[in-house]
């Protein structure tokens, strides 16, 4: 249990990355707010730990996802429209 625990340690420093953080955070950041929308969008995130990294991210993504969901609310529903059944005859058993 405790080797699979370092390996799972070390796969995170691995991909967790300042850089590869920040890339990440730019993908979904586009809408203005969070760390983004600040004049230095990633200063210091590369020097975090690996977990604050992921923390950063993961704050990031659901400020993002906040930000969609509002998007949503505001916009009008979209009328659906559902197709028409055909009418349908009344199954018989033939004996």
């Excluded at 967790?16 to 707010?33: K, W």
């Excluded at 983004?36 to 969008?41: G, I, K, L, T, Y």
């Excluded at 930000?67 to 028409?84: A, D, F, G, N, W």
Aim: hydrophobic share 40%; net charge positive.
């Amino acid at each position: 249990m405790a080797v699979m625990e370092a390996m799972m340690v070390l796969y995170s420093k691995e991909v967790a990355t300042g850089d590869r953080v920040e890339a990440a955070i730019q993908r979904f950041c586009h809408h203005g707010h969070g760390r983004a929308a600040q004049a230095d969008p990633h200063a210091g995130l590369s020097q975090l730990e690996p977990e604050q990294a992921l923390l950063a991210w993961l704050n990031e993504a659901v400020a993002a996802l906040h930000h969609k969901i509002l998007q949503e609310r505001e916009r009008p529903p979209k009328s659906v429209s559902t197709p028409k059944k055909p009418s349908l005859k009344p199954l018989t058993v033939s004996i």
